[in-house]
């Protein structure tokens, strides 16, 4: 099929009997309750869980879609969403509760699309990740013009500048020649961050998540990393700092399946700015530190990108079914992304995963790591590439694979253990001293006799 009838195809998918869904605020009572409703009307393809809770006691709930919910599939790569997670920037979580309900209808009505993609992915989505900013905006409501309340937690804490700095420390690595992947946290790490933070590192360690977004809005853009650049410049200066990943091109694939599935994003002018395709490399726009999107990267093997997608930060109801309609292609389409690539186990000769190997793209300055079941979930574009994958104790194995536009690539590593080799005895050339003459030269006199120490 050629690429570009690739998205009209499957937005008509999608229009398959879209139900009609309510587009309302929902307060954080109406949001688990919205939740509850969606998993007990799709009870074999959902599960909702509790990552911790917030500030005043809220839970951070998570609605879970898979065909087997609560468990790793091998080769059945994580993909997750957030929301909300500047309380007073709603639009983002009332569409992932529409993309919630519409899953699950669209998986009962049999749509071929949806169900083939709840089979072959496991899709966690948070609505909220602040929802005690969320009740601080909600009670000013939309018509106010209060820019920032609600933005933080009840702490008064920003979310997106709370992470642990792993930038600075990938940076000064980069100066030596280190890593700028699978960066180790402060030892200090739990005491600097906030509650909603803290549950969400340790989310995103407990599970292998593949690709993220993080839905936000006071713009329309796709916004992918680096967020911070080396050399710290703030928004109001507008000078632009590119400050690319390893793996800039393929960010730049992931903005853009977002950008041109949405309905306007990539035209480019959109609340008074202009990004060209409707995409923009964070720290180009403006330098942001501590931010969740730059974490992901360089502390898990997840590839996020945020999500920029309305002026209108707290968006009037009358608006939600528009914003919807213009978001919802694009919230399927950027899933199915996660489906692209390299994929595999690494095993060892008894075909035992391997746990945490190390899988190594040359040219591409950023490796994965398998996770407990020794699957792995390499993000690529389509190419030719030489991948290695190695693990302590074991040979590295390092094979050449072609990667296509469609479906990824199989790619098994089945690693040898290395051998061990016992040091070889040499001789003495010349006399050998025998152990009593040994003896009398290096013990001292009254050693032998026994009588001091």
Not at 36 to 65: D, K
Not at 190 to 205: D, M
Request: glycine residues 8%; hydrophobic residues 35%.
């Amino acid at each position: 099929m050629a690429r570009w009838l690739r998205p009209l195809v499957g937005a008509l998918l999608l229009l398959e009997g879209a139900a009609a869904l309510s587009f309302l605020h929902h307060r954080y009572e109406e949001l688990v309750q919205a939740l509850f409703r969606v998993q007990s009307q799709c009870p074999y393809v959902t599960r909702i869980y509790s990552i911790g809770r917030s500030v005043e006691g809220r839970h951070l709930y998570v609605l879970e879609f898979s065909d087997y919910p609560g468990i790793h599939e091998p080769l059945e790569p994580e993909f997750k969403y957030v929301g909300n997670m500047h309380g007073n920037e709603v639009l983002g979580r009332e569409l992932l509760l529409q993309l919630s309900e519409f899953l699950c209808e669209e998986y009962r009505r049999g749509n071929e699309r949806i169900t083939r993609l709840i089979h072959d992915t496991r899709i966690h989505i948070m609505p909220s990740m602040n929802p005690d900013g969320y009740e601080v905006a909600a009670k000013q409501g939309p018509d106010s013009n209060g820019y920032l309340t609600g933005r933080n937690n009840a702490n008064g804490v920003d979310l997106n500048r709370n992470f642990p700095d792993l930038n600075t420390l990938m940076y000064y690595s980069r100066e030596i020649s280190g890593p700028n992947h699978h960066i180790p946290l402060p030892d200090n790490w739990k005491s600097q961050v906030e509650p909603e933070t803290l549950a969400v590192i340790q989310w995103i360690s407990s599970y292998n998540f593949v690709l993220s977004a993080n839905l936000h809005g006071g713009a329309v853009v796709a916004n992918y990393p680096y967020d911070k650049s080396q050399d710290q410049r703030f928004r109001s200066h507008r000078r632009t700092v590119n400050t690319p990943t390893p793996d800039d091109k393929l960010f730049q694939k992931l903005a853009k399946t977002y950008s041109y599935a949405h309905s306007w994003m990539h035209r480019g002018w959109n609340c008074g700015d202009y990004f060209a395709d409707g995409i923009t490399n964070g720290a180009s726009w403006y330098s942001l530190s501590k931010g969740m999107q730059d974490f992901n990267y360089l502390y898990t093997n997840c590839f996020e990108i945020t999500l920029e997608l309305s002026c209108n930060k707290f968006p009037p109801e009358e608006d939600l079914e528009r914003q919807w309609m213009a978001n919802r292609e694009a919230l399927v389409a950027f899933i199915e992304e996660v489906h692209q690539g390299i994929k595999g186990m690494v095993s060892d000769e008894n075909n035992n995963g391997i746990a945490g190997a190390v899988i190594s793209v040359q040219g591409i300055s950023h490796d994965i790591t398998s996770g407990d079941m020794g699957d792995y979930f390499r993000l690529l574009l389509p190419g030719t590439y030489t991948v290695t994958a190695s693990a302590e104790g074991y040979q590295p194995l390092t094979v050449t694979t072609t990667v296509g536009p469609a479906a990824p690539s199989l790619v098994h590593f089945q690693l040898k253990q290395e051998v061990v080799r016992k040091p070889v005895e040499r001789k003495a050339s010349g006399t050998r001293m025998s152990n009593k003459a040994l003896q009398k030269k290096v013990v001292p006199r009254a050693t032998r006799r026994g009588t001091q120490r």
